[in-house]
């Protein structure tokens, strides 16, 4: 009777691990399509990332050009004060 236990336990793992191993193989065999489609993610922009990268640097240059608006109209009053103008504004 103790020998019937191990030989069911060894016809259980005999119908049990051809399963394990095909879908370790098929792993195995899609790792590198799984891989190469991960890369090809990595390497591309989408168009949404596309848009908010030119949202955020049309945003920057917008505000670089107010700070330089300011700083042109603030080089000019001071140029018309120095020039003894009463009315710069």
Do not use: F, H
Request: hydrophobic residues 35%; proline residues 3%; contains cysteine.
């Amino acid at each position: 009777m103790m020998n019937a236990t191990p030989m069911g336990m060894a016809i259980l793992a005999l119908l049990l691990l051809p399963g394990c191993v095909a879908k370790t193989a098929l792993d195995v065999a899609t790792l590198p399509v799984r891989a190469g489609s991960q890369a090809v993610d990595w390497s591309t922009t989408s168009q949404e990332e596309a848009d908010r990268n030119y949202g955020r640097k049309m945003r920057k240059q917008e505000a670089r050009e107010a700070r330089e608006r300011e700083e042109a109209e603030e080089q000019r009053r001071r140029e018309c004060r120095r020039a003894g103008y009463g009315n710069c504004q």
